[in-house]
């Protein structure tokens, strides 16, 4: 058993140092670590040999069938290492070369607003919420006061997906489901997206973010919105920007206002960005209607609260001179990599 175990081991030895490919290290697996090979047979033997002999002789074998198995590794490894070498010499590649460097990744300049919007009023006390975007029509329309003949209801300028579900319009609903759960003081700002059936072009998109604000307590008056977004026109835009009201209609809203800023480009001395007049429309705001408190269980008698919006992709346009809002959905890195 020796004398056989020696000759198989020198073989093997002989047979790894020829093989020049990973098919000839599993030829020589094979021929003497297989089902079938020379180390399989020498376990077959262990039977015929007298009991007495039989452990040191199983012992024997299986120190072999390790040994090989090492010595078939590193000879896999050895073989591996040379085919790589001659793969990599075929290919003229150059494996000093420096790599192709990956880009860092960057926030969208939609992302980029939104959090920065919200970090201006989380400043000033308020707290960001945010709701479905598959509304009903009690929270996108009747809890908000708007009636069911109002031209918004029409399924021409709402997307309605089931019964009485459609995509929400405004961020509005958020204000009512915030009213019904939480008792005033509340002071909260919501971002999302909303839907609307518009037609694309350059300023308009069927889906588009906005940013509303809610804030309800006693003793609030539009005084108070007049200064809480003098302030933030101004952190925003700039310490020289002033903001003007203009008389509006809003079914949720009384009385109701359009909010300008003084143009950012010119200053306030007119140009083409603001059409000649030293203003740009940012938002719409107004002291919340008393129905609108009343659909959230809140005492109109006793509390009043403003509320205001803004789309973000005009303000991302004004902030960054962007022309087209179909720049910030066309997925092209070269436009966004200017905001990283």
């Not at 790589?84 to 070369?97: F, M, Q, V, Y």
């Not at 300049?109 to 960001?128: D, H, N, T």
Request: hydrophobic share 40%; charged share 25%; aromatic share 8%.
């Amino acid at each position: 058993m020796h004398a056989a175990i020696q000759t198989i081991e020198q073989d093997f030895e002989q047979a790894l140092r020829q093989a020049q490919t990973r098919a000839d290290i599993e030829a020589v697996r094979v021929g003497f670590l297989g089902r079938k090979g020379r180390v399989a047979e020498l376990f077959s033997q262990l039977s015929a040999l007298p009991d007495a002999d039989k452990p040191l002789a199983g012992k024997l074998v299986n120190e072999l069938k390790n040994r090989l198995h090492d010595q078939l590794a590193l000879a896999d490894a050895r073989v591996s290492d040379q085919e790589a070498g001659r793969r990599t010499e075929s290919s003229h590649l150059d494996i000093t070369l420096p790599g192709i460097r990956q880009r860092r990744g960057t926030c969208h300049p939609l992302s980029i607003v939104i959090e920065e919007i919200c970090a201006l009023f989380v400043e000033m006390g308020f707290k960001v919420v945010e709701g479905p975007e598959i509304e009903t029509e009690y929270y996108n329309f009747e809890a908000l006061n708007i009636p069911l003949e109002h031209p918004s209801r029409e399924s021409f300028d709402t997307f309605y997906v089931q019964g009485v579900h459609l995509l929400r319009s405004h961020t509005s609903p958020v204000q009512v489901r915030v009213l019904e759960k939480e008792k005033p003081p509340i002071q909260i700002v919501v971002p999302g997206r909303v839907y609307r059936p518009d037609a694309t072009d350059a300023s308009h998109s069927f889906m588009f973010h906005q940013i509303e604000g809610l804030l309800i307590d006693e003793g609030i008056s539009f005084a108070h919105l007049k200064s809480v977004l003098s302030v933030f026109a101004k952190k925003l835009f700039g310490s020289q920007t002033s903001i003007r009201f203009r008389p509006h209609f809003f079914p949720f809203t009384e009385p109701s206002a359009e909010v300008d800023v003084s143009c950012i480009i010119c200053r306030g001395k007119g140009c083409r960005v603001c059409k000649q007049s030293g203003w740009l429309e940012v938002l719409g705001s107004g002291m919340v209607h008393p129905q609108v408190l009343a659909a959230g269980n809140i005492d109109p008698e006793k509390y009043s609260g403003f509320a205001f919006g803004m789309g973000v992709e005009r303000i991302a346009m004004l902030k960054y001179g962007v022309d087209d809002i179909r720049l910030f959905f066309e997925n092209d890195t070269r436009f966004i990599r200017q905001f990283s």
